[in-house]
């Protein structure tokens, strides 16, 4: 009879040792899971002619009220020609607003306005929804392993962005 320890040792050391086929399927796992994780807001935003560039720079202002357009373009690693196209459709439509920095002129920081938060909020609902219902499924220890996986998974300059932006804002 093993304690859960050993069973756990057992089981992550066979995880050390994947073949390609369950590599592929962890992939292709990723790959569905994505399309269901962005199928509701995808939704939302073809009715408004936006993509995903719109609700990426919608989520992450949201995260961090007052971020600049350098810090936007750092967390999403796009050219300052392809967000500046998404700022400027955002802020004509009434959603962004961009303010010019208190101590830096030539900074521009964003908000969201009000109807900006309602449209974020219809946004990340459904995918919160999703989230939740896979974690309950789940349970918290491969919620925690999710976790860790996703992490593991990004480049160093993108790990530290997201250790930063977590910790900033909680």
């Known amino acids: 009879m093993t304690d859960g ?4 040792v057992h089981s992550g050391e066979n995880l050390l ?6 590599l592929r399927q962890g992939i292709e ?4 899971a994505y399309r269901g994780f962005t199928a509701d807001p995808d939704r939302i935003l ?13 989520h992450f202002i949201n995260r961090a009220p007052g971020t600049t357009v350098n810090n936007l373009l750092a967390i999403l690693g796009v050219t300052k020609q392809s967000l500046n196209r998404v700022l400027r ?4 439509d009434g959603l962004v607003e ?5 101590l830096d002129k030539r900074e521009r920081h964003l ?14 609902d ?10 309950r499924d789940a349970g918290p220890e491969a919620v925690a392993g999710f976790r860790r996986v996703l992490e593991a998974m990004m480049d160093a300059d993108m790990r530290r962005a997201y250790t930063r932006l977590r910790d900033t804002v909680g």
């Not at 040792?17 to 369950?22: A, G, V």
């Open 46 to 58: 073809a009715d408004m002619s936006y993509g995903r560039a719109h609700h990426r720079a919608i």
């Open 98 to 102: 961009s303010r010019v920095g208190n």
């Open 111 to 124: 908000y969201l306005t009000e109807a900006g938060h309602e449209l974020e909020a219809q946004l990340s």
């Open 89 to 92: 459709t955002l802020i004509a």
């Open 5 to 8: 320890r050993t069973a756990q």
């Open 17 to 22: 040792f994947l073949t390609d086929e369950q």
């Open 126 to 135: 459904a995918q919160r929804a999703r989230m939740r219902a896979a974690f």
């Open 29 to 32: 796992a990723m790959f569905f």
